[in-house]
């Protein structure tokens, strides 16, 4: 089984609280974090039309990316309908992280000193926000996390502690408690979600109307984002599918389960192999997305092989919805209006060197 309906999953009629973790906004105590209520009702369209304001004018520099027709690239394509490809790979720091990451910091107090976790992308625009405002940081790494992206993060000024996967929760918890830190979540968080949500309002821009839209899901920060933006402007008929690893599959596992769930997540698309799925992002998937569908490994590597052949530089985890889309893993796309977010391009020529002409 390689792909899984929100509506076989049982799509909740009302949506009930669950703990996510909440720092605090601006003017509120910054030296530590707690564990808030945040429901899926708080992710409203003035919100994400606020967010996408505070995105598009943040000091980051944040770029409205291209959205051009897979029609007028050399990609392959063997199915007949109208695809536009969204170049979250071309964003500033290299992918859509640093959406969210403007959102967040623009909401919290300037002078504070945060930590989080990433395997890469997330700690590459956190730290490029931490310079810009001159906040202390720290990134908590997967070890599975290529060298060069915790060498790129620290070149920021931002410190880098590398650890199992199975220890980054701990980790966290620990530098919030023993040193005073305040945590921003790279993927459960309110802020982060609704920046997020300022891409699928790029694509909406361009194709009003989607039939599909296919979207990378690691914890699912990015894949709420965009169904909500999508969802809540209007758009009742688009069908929104997430794709993940099949090692690294925790929302799929987390919608089977009813509940966000973790795993032992493993996978070349490191950005898509969280520990755990977000509860926020959880809760707005399931109201929001039609399915989530899973590739394998080896369905990666070909899909970042065939977008370098033809131009596009794009990272293992920004190529996940393309793979999906090649290898007729989304239904009846025949005919339909349908969007595929390539959403990063953060891979370094030692890392292109280990993929398939």
Known sequence: MSHLSSAAAGRPRSCPRRPTWRTPRAGQNSSFHEMGEVCADAVTLDLLREARETVRSSPLGVINTPMIPWCQTTLPLSISCNIHIKLENMQRTGSFKIRGVANQFARRQRGGHFVTMSAGNYGKSFAYASKHYR????????????????????????????????????VVNRCVQQDD?????????????????????????VMPEPDVVVVCCGGGGLLA????????????KSRIYGVEPEGACTMYRSFIEKKPVGMDAKSIASGLAPPFAGTLPFELCRRYVEEIVLVSDEEIKAAVATLYSSGLVVEPSGSAAFA???????PDLQGKNVVCILSGGNIGKDELANFPD
Do not use: W
């Not at 906040?135 to 650890?163: N, Y």
């Open 135 to 170: 906040t202390k940081g720290k990134v908590v790494m997967p070890e599975t996390a290529p060298a060069s992206r915790s060498t790129l993060i620290q070149s920021f000024g931002v410190e880098v502690e590398r650890v199992p996967t199975s220890c980054l929760m701990n």
């Open 181 to 205: 830190m305040t945590f921003l979540h790279s993927y459960d968080d309110l802020d982060l979600i609704a920046g997020h949500a300022s891409l699928g309002m790029e694509v909406l821009e």
């Open 225 to 236: 984002g965009v169904a909500a933006a999508v969802k809540l402007s209007g758009c009742d």
């Open 324 to 330: 999906a889309i090649v290898n007729n893993k989304i």
